[in-house]
């Protein structure tokens, strides 16, 4: 068990556990009119079987990216214990004025939530990013509108915590090679810039976890300069990345420390799982890490665009810090319908409700 980073953890006592995974699914189209636009993408079959995967794994939260043409297929097997959030479509040829190709975007981000049902999604929106480089080179990335998803969550024990799910903009490995790249770089790091402000604009009391294909290796972009640095200098909140703690002892690769394909032999992926604690209150304390290697083909390869990642959590808090009382008065007591209907829990259906005075949408799939 890691322990709490940047925090004392005398008297600390469990309030809950949380399970998080992220996963691109690589869900573009495996063709294109006549065009083989993703030959080595799972494709219909390939996404059922993610589905499968998913629902047997059994984690709390899950972020998936490239949730473009095989939305149904992917969530065949999470409907049953699964609520899902905002989806914003996949990619329509319908949608296309051709004329306008060169100027235009897929209205669609790829992003996708799932959260076990008896957890309830407060609040949702999307963002977009106000940089991104590539439209039919560097991996296309401006062909859609990539961004990050918001959520703010009130688990089933009454906890309250917030999640972002993302997908920044990538480089091809023939780019990285060429130096040819440098517009890809600096996509990323406008948007690690506008995601820092993000999440410093919206710190409260809640612990905080950022999840996704985040495209990003330590020895190649200045995350830890950019994002984490200005975050844990409040002296208020302190950040830390999952795998840098369980598998690194909490020592960051510093950037340009060598080849950035230095990166893959210490085991860092491009799908990243970060944290938020705040100094005080609720905190979340990693209790295990891991690349999810059986995610695979019958080759060994993964399904979806590289293997997964995952977390668990326990949530924990000091005994002197009225850390019970605040889970008491912050869950939900109070739940009708528009209607005037009280409910005895949690809603399972999708629909307008009002809960502790506040109207929440509880999305459709």
């Given at each position: 068990?890691?322990?709490?980073?940047?925090?004392?953890?005398k008297?600390?006592?469990?309030?809950g556990?949380?399970?998080?995974?992220?996963?691109?699914?690589?869900?573009?189209?495996?063709?294109?009119?006549?065009?083989?636009s993703?030959?080595?993408?799972?494709?219909?079959?390939?996404?059922?079987m993610?589905s499968?995967?998913l629902?047997?794994?059994?984690?709390?939260?899950?972020?998936?990216?490239?949730?473009?043409?095989?939305?149904?297929?992917?969530r065949?097997?999470l409907?049953?214990?699964?609520d899902?959030?905002?989806?914003?479509?996949?990619?329509?040829?319908?949608?296309?004025?051709?004329?306008?190709?060169?100027?235009?975007?897929?209205?669609?981000?790829?992003?996708?939530?799932?959260?076990?049902?008896?957890?309830?999604?407060?609040?949702?929106?999307?963002?977009?990013?106000?940089?991104?480089?590539?439209?039919?080179?560097h991996?296309?990335?401006?062909i859609?509108?990539?961004g990050?998803?918001?959520?703010?969550?009130?688990?089933?024990?009454?906890?309250r915590?917030v999640?972002?799910?993302?997908?920044?903009?990538?480089?091809?490995?023939?780019?990285?090679?060429?130096?040819?790249?440098?517009?890809?770089k600096e996509a990323?790091?406008r948007q690690?810039?506008?995601?820092?402000?993000?999440?410093?604009?919206r710190?409260?009391e809640?612990?905080?976890?950022?999840?996704g294909?985040?495209?990003?290796?330590?020895?190649?972009?200045?995350?830890?300069?950019?994002?984490?640095d200005?975050?844990?200098?409040?002296?208020?909140?302190?950040?830390?990345?999952?795998?840098?703690?369980?598998?690194?002892?909490?020592?960051?690769?510093?950037v340009?420390?060598?080849?950035?394909?230095?990166a893959y032999?210490?085991?860092?992926?491009?799908?990243?799982?970060?944290?938020?604690?705040?100094?005080?209150?609720?905190?979340?304390q990693?209790?295990d890490?891991?690349?999810?290697?059986?995610?695979?083909w019958?080759?060994?390869?993964?399904?979806g665009d590289h293997?997964?990642?995952s977390?668990?959590?326990?949530?924990?808090?000091?005994s002197d810090?009225?850390?019970?009382?605040?889970?008491?008065?912050?869950?939900?007591q109070?739940?009708?319908?528009?209607?005037?209907?009280?409910?005895?829990?949690?809603?399972?259906?999708?629909?307008?409700?009002?809960?502790?005075?506040?109207k929440?949408?509880?999305p459709?799939?």
């Amino acid at each position: 068990m890691v322990g709490l980073t940047g925090i004392d953890s005398k008297a600390a006592t469990v309030e809950g556990t949380v399970s998080v995974a992220t996963l691109n699914v690589d869900g573009l189209p495996t063709k294109i009119l006549f065009v083989n636009s993703n030959p080595d993408g799972p494709g219909s079959g390939g996404t059922v079987m993610v589905s499968q995967y998913l629902a047997q794994k059994g984690y709390d939260i899950i972020g998936v990216q490239e949730d473009f043409n095989y939305d149904d297929e992917l969530r065949s097997s999470l409907e049953t214990d699964y609520d899902c959030g905002l989806w914003q479509g996949g990619i329509s040829l319908g949608d296309v004025n051709w004329l306008t190709i060169w100027k235009t975007k897929f209205e669609t981000d790829g992003l996708r939530f799932f959260w076990r049902k008896q957890h309830l999604i407060e609040y949702e929106e999307t963002v977009e990013w106000t940089a991104s480089y590539g439209k039919f080179d560097h991996c296309w990335d401006d062909i859609v509108t990539k961004g990050f998803h918001y959520s703010e969550m009130t688990l089933d024990n009454g906890l309250r915590i917030v999640v972002y799910n993302m997908h920044l903009d990538a480089s091809t490995e023939e780019d990285e090679r060429d130096d040819d790249d440098g517009g890809d770089k600096e996509a990323r790091r406008r948007q690690w810039y506008q995601l820092r402000d993000s999440v410093m604009a919206r710190l409260d009391e809640r612990p905080v976890i950022l999840l996704g294909d985040m495209n990003s290796l330590y020895p190649r972009d200045s995350i830890h300069a950019i994002f984490i640095d200005p975050i844990n200098a409040t002296d208020r909140y302190h950040v830390a990345d999952a795998w840098v703690e369980h598998k690194m002892g909490g020592v960051y690769p510093e950037v340009g420390s060598g080849d950035y394909r230095v990166a893959y032999t210490t085991g860092e992926s491009l799908d990243k799982i970060l944290y938020i604690n705040p100094m005080e209150g609720l905190r979340l304390q990693l209790d295990d890490y891991r690349e999810e290697r059986d995610y695979v083909w019958d080759d060994g390869t993964p399904l979806g665009d590289h293997y997964p990642v995952s977390a668990r959590f326990s949530i924990v808090g000091n005994s002197d810090t009225g850390i019970r009382q605040y889970k008491t008065d912050q869950r939900p007591q109070k739940i009708y319908t528009v209607s005037g209907q009280q409910l005895s829990g949690i809603p399972s259906r999708p629909g307008i409700y009002i809960i502790n005075g506040k109207k929440i949408v509880k999305p459709h799939y």
